[in-house]
């Protein structure tokens, strides 16, 4: 019936089969997935660094991320009219889109640093608890 939740439901079960060692890369790769966008601890050194953070950090607005929880909600409990339906699924594959662009964008980014995903990923969870905790970092 909903393709995000089947989608879902198949991530629970490959995480369910995976080995004890391949599990904390993964939960680094869903951490960054999900994670709110953070700057680069590092001054863009080009214009390609930075269209490549400004892709990493593209997000819902905050109306707009509060609309797909209100419909996600409603869709667990089957209060949705046809066309709210509609609109979760759309709002869905925005979002799908999103995380694909940015996952992408992070696969760039690490090789034009010459760095893996989870060096980059512990980057810039660094730089967005820096940010949080207010430290300058340039």
């Known amino acids: 019936m909903h393709s995000s939740i089947d989608s879902r439901q198949r991530a629970i079960a490959l995480v369910e089969q995976l080995s004890a060692e391949k599990l904390p890369a993964v939960v680094q790769l869903l951490e960054l997935l999900t994670s709110p966008p953070a700057q680069s601890p590092q001054s863009p050194g080009s214009h390609e660094e930075s269209r490549l953070l400004e892709k990493i950090g593209q997000a819902f607005s905050a109306e707009k991320q509060s609309r797909l929880n209100d419909l996600r909600q409603r869709c667990e409990w ?3 009219t046809d066309t709210e339906h509609k609109e979760l699924i759309s709002y869905e594959d925005q ?8 996952l992408s964008a992070l696969i760039e980014l690490a090789k034009s640093r010459n760095i893996d995903l989870l060096t980059l990923n512990q980057e810039l969870l660094s730089s967005s608890e820096a940010e949080i905790r207010g430290d300058n970092v340039a």
């Open 78 to 80: 089957e209060q949705l």
């Open 95 to 102: 979002q799908e889109q999103l995380r694909v662009d940015r």
